[in-house]
């Protein structure tokens, strides 16, 4: 299923990317979601963060990068 349809993106291809190390608006923006029109980025939101889950339950990758203070 198409999640980002300005760039072709499924929900496949986010559910690979979130093996990747980083932030979720890194991971995300690598694959170009959300960089037109936008209207993306609640939906791969929530499928990065359903296929991370297991993995920010253990500490192990962070949604959001850490504020800079
Ligand atoms: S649908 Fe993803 S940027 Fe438009």
Redesign the pocket.
């Known amino acids: 299923m198409y999640?980002?349809?300005?760039?072709a993106?499924t929900e496949k291809d986010i559910q690979e990317a979130s093996m990747d190390k980083g932030p979720a608006q890194e991971v995300l923006g690598r694959l170009g979601?959300?960089?037109?029109?936008?209207?993306?980025?609640s939906q791969?939101i929530k499928t990065y963060l359903k296929q991370k889950g297991p993995l920010l339950q253990k500490g192990h990758a962070r949604v959001f990068p850490a504020k800079q203070r």
Do not use: E, Q, R, T
Request: aromatic letters at 0%; a neutral charge; proline letters at 0%.
């Open positions: 999640i980002c349809l300005c760039h993106i979601v959300g960089k037109d029109c936008g209207a993306c980025l791969a």
